[in-house]
């Protein structure tokens, strides 16, 4: 399976490939192997859906593979790429600490953030103390804290889906949901709102939701690997207006971040009620945290950004699945049945009677996952793996997409089966496997701090539209399960699904009594 050799003539490229190898000792394993560079420059791909391109490369050259971005020692660098789950577990988990740091990013770090986004801060006691702040508000006994405002804001979530069917007609059984996706991005939005900042946004139309994902937006474009070439040569920084549009939108996101953290201090400083937040935690901890005003405003805000995306489309994922799966989609059922019955919602506190729901959720992040490339780490230390060589300041991606593609761990990986994340124990009992990750959230100790809240999103959501409602495809519009957008954080491209109640109604109520009986259902949930 693992291949070494190039067998072209010698070429610039090679000549350049040994040159950059005198600069390592006579002693020192072999780099990884990997693709032939195809220029002076490297190797060259195409920064969108990368992820894929590298499971090819997984295929070919191995559970490690190095690539050749620019000249290393003179900007460019070297980067590792993780395919398969054992490597991941021996190179990402347990060296974590030297794995700890990010590489150098001018484009969406230092210009488009201005330095201050915790998730391309490099390692260090600055980086340290923002993610001591970070999870002392999302470990999971916090998370717990949030349950009343996740019920509250699923329990929307479901209102928004019944009030988009009563829009279009109130008299059908069933309907074609062209908006399923926006209304998971508002539950989303709201959540994190409410956690950043205390505040809960009316609807995904708000003008701050909006300006907060077109900030994330540019940076999920900007952060693809290879999308900015000044992160290769950085010498191209230096030429006028290149860097521009990174610089007006830092301007922008600087400007929204700071302003909404100042409507939190002007309330305390009103002295009016502030409920609980990040930014209310941020604002009376500034001190002890050393961070400026700029600093903490980012944090927060950042917070939002990485939490609130990403969140929206997991819960996208997780209905696709279901929609294009129905016998998976009918096994949750069956269960919600035998658990809860068809008498109220599923809550939080049904969680760990839900195997089968659990399970779909794990294999959705890992049948889709949201970050599918991962985010780039850099050695601060030389790695040996197997007899390679991890060089010490070496880009190394952990690559989701491959690592929940292992065919060892998960056989007919492009196969969607939540049975994978079941076991039987010897009285018949299903449970939950505990063995087995995919890794949806990253590594070691850059490890999302925010999965525990993703999961328990992805969760609830799951769970009701699936009480609520059977869903189906768009018999007119087929489902393209690779149609993704081109960002860091993916989201499926828009796509129908026809829902329709799950409550019996006799035929003389009429179609459509079934969403008036799911409306009162959700009257007092959660309340
Ligand atoms: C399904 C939803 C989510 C996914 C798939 C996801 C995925 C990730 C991944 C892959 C990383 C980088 C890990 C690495 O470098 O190895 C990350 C970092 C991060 N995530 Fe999430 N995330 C999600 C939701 C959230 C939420 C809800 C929050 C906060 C409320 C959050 C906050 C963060 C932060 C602050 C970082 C930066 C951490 C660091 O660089 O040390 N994420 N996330």
Known sequence: ???????????????????????????????????????????????????????????????????????????????????RHQAAVEIMEKHGADLSDRPTSIAAGETLSGGMRVLLTRSGERFKKLRKALQSHLQPKSIASYHPVLTQTARQHMFDIIDEHNAKSSTTKSFTS????????????????????????????????QAVNRCLTRLGYAMRPGA????????????????????????????????????????????EEVPSSFGKYLI????????????????????????????????SVALMAATCYPEAQKLIQDELDSVIGRGRPPTFSDQDSLPQTMAFVHESFRWRPVTSGGFPHRATKDVIWQNYLIPKGSTVIGNVWSVGRDPELFPDPE????????????????????????????????????QHMATASTFINLALVLWAFNLAPDAKNPIDTYAFTESANAHPMPFNIVFTPRVSVTPEDGEAKGWEVLKEAFETYGL
């Open 178 to 209: 062209t908006r399923h996706q926006d209304h998971a991005r508002r539950y989303a939005a709201a959540v994190v709102m409410a956690l950043a900042y205390g505040k809960v946004p009316l609807s995904y139309e708000d003008p701050e939701v």
């Open 228 to 271: 900015w070439k000044v992160d290769i040569f950085p010498f191209l920084k230096y030429i006028p207006g290149y860097l521009n549009e990174l610089k007006i939108g830092h301007r922008e996101e600087l400007g929204l971040f700071k302003g909404q953290l100042q409507e939190v201090r002007e309330k305390m400083a009103r002295g």
């Open 415 to 450: 196969r969607f089966d939540a049975q994978r994340w079941i076991v039987t124990d010897a009285d018949g009992r299903v449970e939950l496997r505990d063995d087995l990750k995919s890794y949806p959230f990253g590594f070691g100790r850059r490890v999302c701090p925010g």
């Open 1 to 83: 399976m693992v291949k070494s050799t190039n067998t072209n003539p010698l070429t610039s490229s090679m000549i350049l490939e040994f040159l950059a190898s005198l600069s390592r000792t006579t002693h020192q394993p072999p780099l990884p192997p990997g693709p032939p560079a195809d220029s002076i420059w490297g190797n060259s791909f195409e920064a969108a859906f990368c992820y894929r391109r590298f499971e090819q490369w997984t295929q070919e050259y191995g559970p490690v593979f190095s690539l050749r971005q620019g000249i290393p020692g003179l900007g460019g660098n070297r980067t590792i790429i993780i395919g």
């Open 284 to 315: 009376e901890q500034q001190p002890s945290l050393g961070l400026s005003d700029n600093e903490t405003a980012y944090l927060a805000g950042s917070m939002f950004g990485a939490g609130s995306d990403t969140s929206a489309s997991a819960i």
